[in-house]
């Protein structure tokens, strides 16, 4: 039997109360994992990743409603004056 299955079967046999409590513990390790990872390896497979959701983000075509208010209007020309496009 492996580690999970072990695991797996003694979760099976704890009470609801108990069942929330070891879900919070691997919330915290699953955190505390994370926050190891970004602070070991900033140039690693986090930073890779969040790298590539701001290229596919900034690849977006953001195309305006047709029904746009007198607002949204006047603030699509003023984001134009500033040399951004929409």
């Keep these: 039997m492996t580690i999970r299955e072990t695991a797996i079967a003694k979760l099976q046999q704890l009470p609801e109360l108990l069942l929330q409590k070891v879900s919070d513990f691997i919330d915290l390790l699953t955190d505390r994992q994370q926050h190891s990872l970004a602070i070991d390896n900033p140039k690693g497979e986090l930073s890779e990743a969040w790298e590539r959701w701001f290229e596919s983000v900034d690849q977006l075509e953001v195309i305006p409603s047709e029904s746009a208010s007198d607002y949204q209007q006047l603030l699509l020309a003023k984001y134009r004056q500033?040399?951004?496009?929409l």
């Design 82 to 85: 500033q040399g951004l496009e």
